[in-house]
């Protein structure tokens, strides 16, 4: 076993980690069965929810995705080797993973949370989430949506089986990153030239800022959504603020690459830059250990001071790399199929 320090944080703090710009080479989408699919037909479209909408309405009747099966990177694994059969070329990277594990790096610099990397933490249940998601998309984009649907949009069955996921090619410091994620939303469409910046909005509810100790939890939060949207290049932000009741009382927009300024402006319990810095030095430090064949256990107990990194098996990948891909890329290197 090998140890990752985190303290003192100090040393994060005078470094200069450069972020790439994520840049999405391809994208799957879940139906509403979460079936697979190497296509973006569960994308969604941006519209206003109604305020004064009921959060928390329709919690008995939500149809929750079984998430007590672990699929590991199947999804992710599968579209990278579709887009490398369509092109030729073979998408290369430090690092593939999902956009929820790197979100865990960012969070656990000097957070005084229990934050775990390989072992995920359980909380209750909230369904207004997922019901505001319900209520700010459309399938299509506004012109031909009809007019009885967004209007009745809060009245409808909330599932989280469909997802859209785009997948990026990024970097932090000097690791190469593939990263995998749902996005819940676009402000407009696709751009039509391949390179250019798209417009997603992550969707985020909270309960109504009252005094200043809701102030400091606000902030709190906005560490993962700023987290959870830069990793993905989501450049917008929008938060749907309830009362005690789940009632939506407001909104409010939030552009990503504004926040840790805004942080650093109030109660200033995070900062960006350190979040950036310390992730950087850890991929480093993984590719340095990470060397050989095997599985590897990377965990943060509670309070811990260190990240913890064990050989947990010699050999194999225990169905984290599925054997499909395995062979797909396998059969590639004997074939004509080039690096990126």
């Known amino acids: 076993m090998t140890k990752f320090d985190i303290a003192p944080l100090s040393r994060f703090n005078r470094l200069s980690a ?7 080479v391809t994208c799957f989408s879940y139906d509403d069965q979460h079936q697979y699919h190497p296509d973006e037909r569960s994308l969604c479209y941006y519209y206003p929810p109604c305020l004064g909408a009921d959060l928390s309405k329709g919690f008995d009747s939500f149809q929750k995705l079984d998430d007590t099966v672990d699929v590991h990177l199947d999804g992710l ?3 990278i080797m579709d887009l490398e ?18 979100t865990k790096v960012n969070l ?21 989430g997922y019901k505001f998601e319900a209520i700010s998309v459309l399938p299509d984009q506004w012109g031909p949506t009809p007019r009885e649907y967004i209007e009745n949009r809060e009245e409808m069955v909330v599932s989280n089986h469909a997802q859209y996921c785009s997948v990026v090619k990024t970097g932090i410091g000097k690791t190469k990153m593939i990263i995998g994620g749902e996005v819940d939303a676009i402000w407009d469409c696709k751009p039509q030239k391949k390179d250019a910046p798209i417009n997603w909005v992550e969707l985020k509810t909270t309960q109504e800022i009252e005094n200043q100790r809701d102030q ?17 290049g989501v450049p917008k932000i929008i938060v749907g603020f309830r009362n005690e009741h789940g009632i939506l009382q407001r909104l409010e927009e939030l552009e990503t690459t504004q926040i840790p300024a805004k942080v650093k402006r109030g109660e200033s319990v995070w900062n960006g830059n350190v ?3 310390f992730t950087a ?5 993984l590719k340095a250990i ?7 256990k990377i965990t943060r107990r509670e309070k811990s001071p260190f990240i913890e990194v064990v050989r947990w098996k010699e050999f194999g990948h225990d169905d984290i790399v599925s054997e499909e891909f395995i062979q797909w890329r396998t059969s590639s290197l004997k074939s004509d199929i080039q690096p990126s």
């Open 18 to 24: 450069t972020v790439r710009r994520p840049k999405e």
């Open 77 to 79: 694994l599968c579209s």
């Open 85 to 102: 059969q369509r092109t030729g070329t073979k998408c290369e990277a430090d690092i593939i993973t999902w956009r929820g594990m790197m």
């Open 108 to 128: 656990t610099r000097g957070s005084t949370n229990s934050a775990y990397i390989e072992k995920i933490m359980t909380a209750p249940f909230d369904n207004s």
């Open 216 to 232: 400091f939890k606000f902030e709190r939060k906005l560490l993962k959504f700023w987290a959870q949207s830069f990793l993905l």
């Open 275 to 277: 979040c950036i810095n």
């Open 281 to 285: 030095s850890f991929l480093d430090y």
């Open 290 to 296: 990470i060397t050989g064949e095997g599985v590897w």
